[in-house]
């Protein structure tokens, strides 16, 4: 996949694991779509280096999404523990 890929698998995964984890978040919209191309990113990386899993080389790859989304809900989460609800 290219770079390209990883970003538009990146917003999708950021908005997934929205859904999942709904609330208000400290960066508001960009913030969370910021931290979904992270965590794509992030996912991929930890899943290749450390699972064993080589990353596909096509766009519709189960394990990559789950790699993308569970990486995108750990930085949200992080990111939430970090900054806390800064929008009160």
Do not use: C, E, Q
Request: net charge positive.
């Amino acid at each position: 996949m290219g770079i390209i890929s990883w970003i538009v698998l990146g917003l999708l995964a950021g908005a997934i694991a929205k859904v999942l984890l709904p609330g208000r978040d400290p960066g508001g919209l960009i913030g969370t779509t910021a931290i979904g191309i992270a965590g794509a990113f992030l996912g991929g990386w930890l899943s290749a280096k450390f699972l064993h899993k080589p990353i596909a080389k096509h766009f519709f790859d189960a394990p990559t999404w789950g790699a993308a989304i569970v990486g995108s809900l750990v930085l949200l989460v992080a990111y939430r523990i970090l900054f806390g609800n800064s929008r009160d």
